[in-house]
């Protein structure tokens, strides 16, 4: 192989890789002042849909409707019924944590559906209330999307997205036509951690805010 030919692959593979990147499109870390708390609402009902062998039954248990920052986002594969159903997780932010997001250098993950936080230093989030502070302004959110608009929507959100979303929490139960069950149970409270804590979001509509 003579060095044109090796100039010309070498030349490929970077096109290949930024445009891969490109692609992706992660997005870019900011802040946003006056984010107001989520509000939901004691809701009723129940929505029914077939996902594969699936009969999936959601429980609403409150409306909800939240202007939040995106933090962080992660994908995960379609390839079992909970990927199915909320193939992208979002770490969002609200109040001071939004706020105060550009200042404060938080670590923000999602792994194996869960996020996570960390800080150099406990005196770093003194200005958004310490460890409380944040748990109450951020959450990890499996978003479902209710239609197929809201899938595509939701495919595009990015780190440093403003958005508002309204929908409802719900539980999940799901009978496999193997007998195989699923559940999934949303978290109505901001001020818990740990397992649990996520809210299950049935999302019917998602704007951009700035």
Same mark, same amino acid.
């Not at 199915?84 to 609200?94: I, S």
């Given at each position: 192989m003579d060095k044109k030919t090796i100039l010309i692959i070498l030349v490929v593979l970077v096109l290949a890789v930024g445009g891969f990147f490109a692609k992706k499109n992660t997005g870019t870390r900011r802040a946003v002042a006056g984010i107001p708390d989520p509000?939901?609402?004691e809701a009723s009902g &129940?929505?029914?849909?077939?996902?594969?062998? =699936? #009969?999936?039954?959601?429980t609403k248990l409150y409306s =909800? *409707? $939240?202007?939040? %920052?995106?933090?962080?986002?992660? *994908? =995960?594969p379609e390839t079992d019924l909970a990927g #199915? %159903? !909320?193939? #992208?997780? %979002?770490? %969002? !932010?609200?109040g001071k944590v939004a706020e105060y997001n550009d200042r404060i250098d938080f670590n923000w993950r999602q792994s194996g559906r869960w996020y996570y936080w960390s800080t150099s230093t406990y005196a770093e989030i003194a200005p958004v209330g310490s460890v409380a502070g944040v748990t109450h302004c /951020?959450?990890?959110?499996h978003i479902i999307p209710a239609t197929?608009?809201?899938?595509d929507k939701v495919k595009k959100i #990015? &780190?440093? *997205?403003? $958005?508002?979303?309204?929908?409802y929490l719900v539980n999940i139960n799901a009978t496999g036509s193997d007998g195989s069950t699923f559940y999934?149970? /949303? /978290?109505?409270s901001r001020d818990d951690s740990g397992d649990g804590s996520c809210e299950v979001f049935y999302v019917t509509d998602i704007q951009w805010m700035d």
């Open positions: 509000v939901q609402k &129940t929505e029914t849909m077939e996902v594969g062998k =699936y #009969k999936v039954n959601f =909800y *409707d $939240i202007k939040a %920052l995106v933090v962080h986002t992660k *994908d =995960y #199915k %159903l !909320a193939p #992208k997780d %979002l770490a %969002l !932010a609200w /951020s959450a990890n959110n197929v608009a809201v899938r #990015k &780190t440093g *997205d403003y $958005i508002h979303m309204t929908g999934w149970n /949303s /978290s109505t």
